[in-house]
């Protein structure tokens, strides 16, 4: 419906501010990290790209300014400020945005939303800068792992802004990320309904599409989203692989993970994914000739630690793996961790505890806890040997 009330030159205009917006977000967030680790003429340099690109950037306009007199440069700040309201002469009201800004780092994240929502001054402000404001908590949300409110400020984000494209991505991340599918196949649709070949969008529709065990779309989707130009096709190659894998076709994922065109690029974890395929094509001994090297490259993650777990596993190191593993649930308790030891203890022959682990995984609420299932070595035999009804059981893990 949406595309039919745009004329192609307007989709094309709003085709070119998601380039031009994600180029820009891209350098006002570069500025916030080297404003974080000090470098504050760094980030000056970052903010001022970030403008250069996307005029409209009130954030980078603000944090620019705040910069600027930080380094001594008052004059220049002035300048930053009178810029600002030429090009919006709401901008003085905007303090809205330094607000937040200057407490992002310093009150505990739902206090700066419940104040955000409560602030009179939102009326007087555009729609775009209030939408700004509520992106900027919600990344913040996001990132101290509070996902109910995350989703709550992307929410009241989207209704001020609801064609920013910045906006759509995180709030179908958040989407994701909490399970509420149903919600991000409506904001998929919306999306895609204005931008059909936007790669971003592509993108979390395939990841919608592997969660929902829908493969041969998610494929699709995420080969549309490399042909449309996504920035990292590597990573696109991978969750081919990974789906391919979870499909129960071990040999094709394997020849994806290990494409020569990608193979430069690859790192640790399609190396990880790599090993799970081989395990499964009875090729354990040749996982556990690099594994370490895995392990020590991704800084001990779960996955690598599973994957060298799962090598002992198939060529008898059982109590071995099953340490391992223990050790691993123990330091990273997740629904991923849960989900190995599960399977790991019920080929050590413990399906009661299998049945714990498979439990707590459950009620990680992770979208992801069927993947997890479907792509390690013997998780479909274990988790089907033990809950028979399957279909009903990852229903219910999945309310």
């Not at 094309?12 to 820009?24: D, K, P, V």
């Not at 001022?48 to 380094?71: F, M, P, Q, W, Y």
């Not at 009178?82 to 407490?103: D, K, Q, R, W, Y």
């Not at 919306?190 to 979390?204: D, E, G, K, Q, V």
């Amino acid at each position: 419906m949406a595309k039919q009330n745009l004329s192609e030159l307007q989709i094309n205009a709003w085709r070119n501010m998601i380039r031009a917006t994600n180029l820009a977000n891209y350098h006002y967030q570069m500025g916030i990290a080297l404003e974080r680790q000090g470098d504050v003429s760094g980030a000056v340099k970052r903010y001022e790209k970030a403008l250069a690109t996307h005029e409209g950037c009130s954030a980078a306009r603000l944090r620019l300014i705040k910069a600027l007199h930080h380094v001594g440069e008052t004059a220049a700040a002035e300048r930053i400020q009178g810029a600002g309201l030429e090009h919006n002469p709401n901008f003085a009201a905007a303090g809205t945005l330094a607000i937040v800004m200057e407490s992002l780092d310093v009150d505990p994240p739902t206090e700066i939303l419940d104040r955000l929502q409560r602030i009179d001054r939102l009326e007087r402000l555009p729609n775009s800068d209030v939408a700004e404001a509520f992106l900027e908590v919600g990344k913040l949300l996001t990132r101290v792992q509070n996902g109910g409110a995350a989703m709550r400020a992307l929410e009241r984000a989207h209704t001020f802004d609801p064609l920013n494209p910045m906006i759509l991505a995180a709030l179908g991340e958040a989407q994701l990320a909490n399970s509420a599918l149903t919600a991000l196949e409506q904001s998929l649709q919306s999306w895609l309904a204005i931008a059909p070949t936007s790669p971003h969008a592509l993108f979390l529709l395939g990841r919608l599409r592997l969660v929902q065990e829908h493969y041969g779309d998610a494929d699709r989707a995420f080969t549309d989203a490399i042909t449309h130009g996504h920035e990292n096709p590597v990573l696109m190659q991978s969750f081919r692989g990974r789906l391919r894998l979870a499909d129960g076709n071990a040999e094709s994922a394997l020849a994806l993970f290990e494409d020569p065109i990608k193979a430069p690029a690859a790192g640790w974890l399609e190396r990880a994914y790599a090993g799970f395929c081989r395990i499964r094509l009875d090729k354990a001994e040749t996982v556990l000739a690099t594994v370490q090297d895995i392990v020590t490259q991704s800084g001990e993650h779960p996955l690598a630690l599973a994957t060298k777990a799962f090598a002992l596993m198939a060529l008898g190191g059982k109590s071995e793996a099953m340490a391992l593993l223990g050790a691993t649930v123990a330091a990273h308790p997740s629904c991923f961790t849960h989900v190995a030891a599960a399977v790991a203890c019920y080929k050590a022959g413990n399906s009661h505890a299998a049945a714990g682990h498979f439990q707590a995984a459950a009620e990680e609420k992770d979208p992801y806890f069927t993947f997890y299932i479907n792509v390690l070595p013997w998780g479909n035999e274990a988790y089907s040997a033990i809950f028979p009804n399957r279909a009903q059981t990852d229903a219910e893990a999945q309310k």
